[in-house]
Every structure is written in structure tokens, then in C-alpha cells.
């Protein structure tokens, strides 16, 4: 009998997965798509593994270099020294750089030198900067809030939105000031949290990682295997029913997956009903991956964000993963509403055009080759009260627990908030399950 069943190969699942392989427990990962990583998967095209979706971690997020370094992935990810990112803008390139100073003092010489603000926003934003470390007014947006500490609509555009749009998926106007704070405070304003992670190799090598891990454990995965039933004896989860029919036993399962697919796992169960109608009051957003192949190189750096541009983010995956010839560069836009509905041949066309405009090199490159990739419901939003939306991992039915990013960690949507929820998954699921290990497990 597998003594807990995961369901989800995503960040979330394999977290769960890890942390329980790792304590000596049985356990079995179902995943109902063919390939692992949820919406952080990886296909094939053309010969090329590329990502769904190109992700970008902090040095505060710690899990996940934790989940990385266990399952021996810790080089799919490059840190910089310290934060660096090249700033594209009125046809410029600046870089906010850190400095080696204390606190949130070691952005100041950066931020002085920020020309896409003059000098008297630069100033303005250091002391909204200093509010927003000991603020506790949460019941706002953080729009609203930049407007009360005297934040220009332009400084908005130009500074607080391309890091709020970047993390959260959302504008300033959408998102909840407590949401912003933690980005801005354990990321951005900590010496030690800031510094952008770059993954130097596709996301499904971690994957692959992590699945090695778990069946070297002991453990089962299982792709193309979808669960349609979580199993109940009265208050009691006792396993799952998979598509094909077959019932798999187990002390515990975790569900790690979106609102809606418990929802459709667990049916009418009233002891959910609370959590379920929560979690559909959760607003969601897209996010869009342009890949561009151009024939020539056109761009000098790792990566850059684009400021007052409909381009936002632009990635190298030349360099980064690796090639030759000519370049091929992803531009990632989230907060994508305008974006997620038009034909493939308008967004390339008019994301080309734009970035044309912030690079000089691009405006004779011919595009080689372009591919669109969408996902309509890539992260919640954290708009204001959201997080008394999020349940936590343990749930009114015994042996039933809950992972993944919309569950509630203290962080927002993302590969953080996921891999944090299922490591305390499967630590609820150990201490109330009274799960055994394994004989011959480590100590």
C-alpha cells in the first residue's frame, strides 16, 4: 500500500514527493499529463526543449534552492552576485545595481542613478521605499498606496509596476499592499534575498531530477495517470481511484493541484464547500511567452526588463541554455490580458515592432522563426484580502491536505510559495498521519 499519494508533478507535488521520500515514507506521484512540471513543464519542439513558461527566482527564495540542492539540480539555476538588471528605456540601457551596503541602503547609489525617473521621483521613491518597510496598513492596493506617499503615475510605470507586474502577475492598482511589501522587503530590500536566479537548463531536467529521487527512495511516478476520485470512508481519505478505474490505498493523500481540479476529485463533499467557494473567489491572470529566432545577434545581455515598452521582460536562451548560430531571445508578458487573446501573427508583429524600438541591433534582424505560448490562468492575483482566501494545508477530512501556490504560505504565486506548501504538506501529513518509514530508511 503506498502510505501517501501525491497527486500533481508540478513544484508543489514533487516538494511534497521529496520531503517525504526523504523521511523514509512510502510514497506514490500520479500525474495525469504526459510530461512532469504542471505549468512549469517543458516540451520538445523541433529537436529544442524549451519551458513553458520562463521562470526567474531571488535569492530569498530559499526553498527552492533547498528543493534543488536535495535533489542534486542546484546548477539548473545561475545567481548573480548581487542585483543586476539592465533597464531598457527611451532608448537607453541603465542598470540597477546593488551596492555593498546594509539593509535596504545597499539599492540607494542604484536608485540615485535611475534615469528613467528624474531626480525628484528618485527621491520620492526612497522615502516611499523607507515607508513600505514598516508599514502595516493592509486593507488597500498598493497603487493606492503609492499615491498616498506622493509616487508619481510615471514612477509607477517606471519603477513600482515592472517589479509588480514581474512577481505578481498584476499592477499596482490590482494587488494588495501586503503582497507587495513581501516582494519589495525579503527581495528586493534585503542584500541577502536580492540577486535574480536565472535556470541555465530546461525546467523538466529538474524534473527529472526530482523523479529520480523519489523512485531512488522507493518511490512511484506515474504520468498519464489522472486521479478521478479521491476515496473516502466517512470522515477518513483512504486513497484514490485512477481514470482507468484502478484504487489505489493509502493513509494520506495530497492534493497538489489547482482550485478547480479538487474541486472536481472530491465532489460534494460539504466538509470542503468552505475552502472550494474561497478559493473560486481567487482572481487569476495570464501570462504570455513570445520566442523570437533572429538571424543575427541583436542583445548583449542575460536578460534586461523593458520600462514604459509593451516588451517587458526579454531572456537570451542562446546564452543561457546554450547554442549557436543566430539569436534566440523569449520576451515574457505577464499581467498579459491585452496580449492572451490576439492571433499568433499580431502579437509577434507588434511585440517585434516594440522591440525594434528599444534595441538598435534588432532593427535590420530578420525573425527567423517565432513561437507563442499562453497560459490564461498562470498565477492568482494577491489582490487586496486574498490571503484570508488561501487554506491551509491540513483540511476538515482526515488524511486530505492541500499543496500548492494559491494554498497559503505567506508567499505569492510562485515556484516559492508552491515548493513551500508542499514541504508542509507532507510535513502535516506526517505528523497526523502517524506515517511508519520505511525499514531501511536513512536516519
Same mark, same amino acid.
Not at 164 to 188: H, M, Q, S, W, Y
Not at 231 to 249: K, M, P
Not at 357 to 367: E, F, N
Given at each position: ?32 499529463? !504526459? ?31 533547498? #528543493? ?10 545561475? #545567481? ?193 464547500? /468552505? ?26 545581455? /542575460?536578460?534586461?526588463?523593458?520600462? /514604459?515598452? !509593451? ?48 534595441? !538598435? ?39 486530505? #491536505? ?9 508567499? !505569492? ?31
Amino acid at each position: 500500500m503506498s502510505r501517501v499519494v501525491v497527486i500533481g508533478g508540478g513544484f508543489a507535488g514533487f516538494a511534497a514527493a521529496c520531503r517525504l521520500a526523504n523521511d523514509g515514507v512510502p510514497v506514490a506521484v500520479y500525474e495525469r499529463a !504526459p510530461r512532469l512540471g504542471g505549468r512549469a513543464a517543458s516540451f520538445e519542439r523541433s529537436g529544442e526543449v524549451l519551458d513553458y513558461g520562463h521562470h526567474v527566482l531571488m535569492r530569498c527564495c530559499t526553498a527552492t534552492t533547498g #528543493f534543488l540542492e536535495r535533489i542534486g539540480a542546484e546548477s539548473a539555476v545561475r #545567481f548573480q552576485d548581487c542585483l543586476s538588471i539592465p533597464i531598457l528605456c527611451d532608448g537607453e540601457r541603465t542598470v540597477l545595481r546593488s551596492a555593498a551596503l546594509p539593509g535596504i541602503l545597499h539599492l540607494l547609489p542604484g536608485l540615485l542613478r535611475y534615469r528613467p525617473l528624474t531626480r525628484g521621483e528618485r527621491l520620492a521613491a526612497l522615502r516611499a521605499g523607507a515607508a513600505l518597510t514598516a508599514g502595516r496598513r493592509d486593507a488597500e492596493t498598493f497603487g493606492a498606496w503609492l499615491s498616498r506617499h506622493g509616487q508619481s503615475d510615471r514612477a509607477i510605470r517606471r519603477l513600482w509596476n515592472p517589479v509588480v507586474v514581474a512577481t505578481l502577475n498584476a499592477p499596482a492598482e490590482r494587488v494588495g499592499i501586503a503582497a507587495a511589501r513581501k516582494v519589495f522587503r525579503d527581495g528586493f530590500f534585503a542584500p541577502e534575498g536580492a540577486g535574480i536566479g536565472l535556470f541555465t537548463s530546461p525546467l523538466g531536467t529538474v524534473f527529472e531530477a526530482a523523479r529520480t529521487y523519489v523512485e531512488a527512495r522507493g518511490g512511484l511516478v506515474e504520468l498519464g495517470a489522472g486521479v478521478s476520485h479521491v476515496l473516502f470512508d466517512g470522515r477518513r481519505t483512504v486513497g484514490v481511484e485512477l481514470a482507468d478505474g484502478s484504487r489505489v490505498e493509502a493513509d494520506a493523500v495530497i492534493a497538489a493541484i489547482p482550485p478547480e481540479a479538487l474541486g472536481r476529485l472530491v465532489g460534494a463533499r460539504a466538509e470542503l464547500a /468552505d475552502v472550494l467557494q474561497a478559493a473560486r473567489r481567487l482572481e487569476w491572470a495570464p501570462i504570455l511567452n513570445v520566442h523570437l529566432e533572429f538571424d543575427r545577434p541583436i542583445f548583449d545581455d /542575460d536578460f534586461a526588463v523593458a520600462v /514604459d515598452s !509593451p516588451v517587458q521582460a526579454i531572456f537570451d536562451l542562446g546564452r543561457l541554455l546554450g547554442g549557436d548560430g543566430g539569436q534566440r531571445l523569449v520576451l515574457s508578458q505577464s499581467a498579459a490580458e491585452t496580449w492572451i487573446d490576439r492571433p499568433d501573427g499580431e502579437v509577434v508583429d507588434r511585440l517585434t515592432a516594440a522591440l525594434r524600438a528599444l534595441l !538598435p541591433a534588432a532593427r535590420d534582424a530578420r525573425v527567423a522563426g517565432s513561437l507563442v505560448l499562453r497560459h490564461r490562468a498562470a498565477t492568482f492575483v494577491p489582490t487586496p484580502g486574498s490571503n484570508a482566501l488561501r487554506p491551509g494545508a491540513r483540511t476538515p477530512i482526515d488524511g486530505l #491536505f492541500l499543496a500548492g501556490d494559491w494554498v497559503a504560505t505567506g508567499w !505569492p504565486s510562485t515556484i516559492e510559495g508552491a515548493i513551500r506548501s508542499g514541504i508542509g504538506a507532507a510535513a502535516r501529513a506526517e505528523s497526523e498521519s502517524e506515517l511508519r518509514r520505511l525499514p531501511d530508511a536513512d536516519d
